[in-house]
């Protein structure tokens, strides 16, 4: 707790507070337990459940949710005594969860559901607080079930009220959200001590006391106020129950505890989940130390007599939008509900409903903006059917039914989308031929058994396949049959087949069938336009981020006795420009030689002539962007040993501002010498290897500049060149 953070965490505690004193004491009537049950859980929620939390927005209380488990259970266990020691044990299962880790449950939560809940909430506040608004006050409870308590549903209620409307609570909420709405256009926005919230409650309680006094027509009577029961301070005692541990023995208790402890665990880890979306700084909610928090919450809460506490939507919805920065907000919270029916019960008694109501309303508002449903539209129907169908299911249910609903639709969209689309199928062209990869996805069903089947039968014979499990948590045991009886085709199909990335437990014997790797005969088939197009097909993989898995394992073995590379590449030692990586190519497949500027010299004009014994079909001289060899050449830096690259790209130099009538400069002009360095090197090559002339004359070697474009990751190829147009060449010094 910082000292620069309570001028937030306290003005937000104080709202949170009048907004819940009286929730709690409302789920307690619905819930049929004793008044000072629900203060008691408010108080343990914001308290005891605060410090022991993770959270820095989730604020805890009895619920809604609950209620009617509450009423149905005292119903079937027959005394609220008896009912402790459910919420007793309720809170060791709790416990035991929280330490055995179960809050990952909370990971699976998709997040249309949460911003469906959230946006469900939002509209729920707006409907459950319009009757309270205008002076009709007939539920006091936060229930978030279309159903209530009192035997009216959502809308029963909105039209019950709009036939016994209270003048004097009708002006105080329509006053009240207009002071909420444009409090940020006030100089009383820089007040941190004053939130609006606040000033909207003192405001109300002086126009109550004023109608009383000024204006009888619009005065609001009590039972439209906060009504606090009186305590009596020389028997505290008479308002705290204890557990009947004697019940323990009975089943039906048991029941009981363990089903509270399941709806309270999911309501917790459903409201920590949306409340963390909502949070302004995106921090994370520990979902396993909740658990915790809420089980010694719960502890407390059947040791002294209070209602079952969960984490709830309504008040930390509320502790979020008054811009809270940690829980003390939430402890102190508790410390008001605990000083409310101590002291403060005669000033809390005039706080008009309707005031609070205005601040649900507002709150509601800001939950379900119109701008949520829209950007949850533009993301497909994939995600906003989910969303809706939530919405829809809260509204016309309650919370955790409506939860599970959305969950279904989720789940449905998410079968459908693995169904229809369960792996990724591309086509690339390597020196071995056309190879077809199969990507499966992270988890693959038996309902992806169909597709997979299908698009694997319709390969064409003589084809390289590779089904690739990498990313592959689980294969359902139908799918490997089919891959498994795959194999048989493939066999007759004259199809090579690699699976790869499988995990032991679904490891097939004799997965690879193919190495990506050259052999002799393949590359005597190679002629230098062939292998020019697999350069281009290499780099445009790599440019689009598809590169080919490379077996650099198998590749070793398939290597180890001999070498059939396919070309040599000429490169700057630039270490941003590897050829292996620029090109996509794996083990055996590029002799490299890398001298800065790509510059020629007898050695590496000799090391070119092995190449060609070696078998290699491709000289290429690759060229780079902001080549640093060429920027020093410009600046005629010589010294020492630079002097023997520099002095070469000289003449580039020469070439390009010879004749100019403007010649370029800067950035211009080293990427024009860049170009033009290459095509000097290919006319050195030609130049200074009459063995490799009569090969590039006879067609047995090819002999091409190519200029990488570093920041787009492209290569561009000029034109295979021949010793008759050595001298005229200009296709890369453009």
Known sequence: MHTNTLKYDLPAGIVVFLVALPLCLGIALASGAPLFSGIISGIIGGIVVGAASGSHTSVSGPAAGLAAVVLASIAKLGAFEVLLASILIAGVVQ???????AGFIANYIPSNVIKGLLAAIGILLILKQIPHAIGYDSN???????????????????????????PGALIIALVSMLILVYWDKTPLK?????????FVVALSVLLH???????????????????????????????LRFPDLAHFTNHDVWIVGVTIAIVASLETLLNVEAVDKLDPHKRETPPNRELVAQGVGNICAGL????????????????????????????FHGVLLLASVLVLAPALNLIPLAALAAILIVTGYKLAKVSLFRDMYRKGWSQFLPFAVTVAAIVFTDLLTGVLIGLAASLFYLMRSNFRNPFSLEQYRLHIGDVVKMELPN????????????????????AHVVIDAANTDYIDNDVLEIIDDYRVVAAERNVRLNVIGLRDEYRLHDPIQFVPALDKDTQNKLRPADVLQLLRDGNERFRAGRTTNKYYLHQVEATAAGQHPMAVVVNCIDSRTSPEIIFDAGLGDLLTVRIAGNVISREIIGSLEIAHKLGAKLIVVKGHSSCGAIGLALQNEGAHSVGAITGKIRKAIEDCQCGAHHPPAGQALLEQVTRRNIENSLDEIIAGSAFLRERVARGEMGLVGAYHDIATRTVHFGELVTPDDAGGRNDLAA
């Open 95 to 101: 416990l035991i969860l929280g330490v055995a880790r």
């Open 140 to 166: 006091h409870a936060d229930e978030t079930s279309f159903i209530q308590a009192n035997g009216e549903n959502t809308f029963s209620a909105i039209l019950h009220a709009a036939g016994a409307i209270t």
């Open 190 to 198: 820089n007040v941190k001590l004053l939130p609006a919230p606040l």
């Open 209 to 239: 006391l004023a109608f009383n006094r000024f204006f009888p027509a619009l005065s609001i009577a009590p039972a439209h106020l906060v009504d606090i029961p009186p305590l009596d301070m020389a028997n505290l005692g008479n308002y």
């Open 304 to 331: 002294l007599g209070g209602l079952p506490v969960t984490s709830v939507i309504v008040r930390s919805s509320v502790n979020v939008q008054n811009d809270n920065r940690t829980k003390a907000s939430s402890i």
């Open 443 to 462: 988890q693959v069903s038996f309902l992806n058994k169909a597709t997979i089947k299908s698009a694997l039968w319709d390969i064409p014979e003589n």
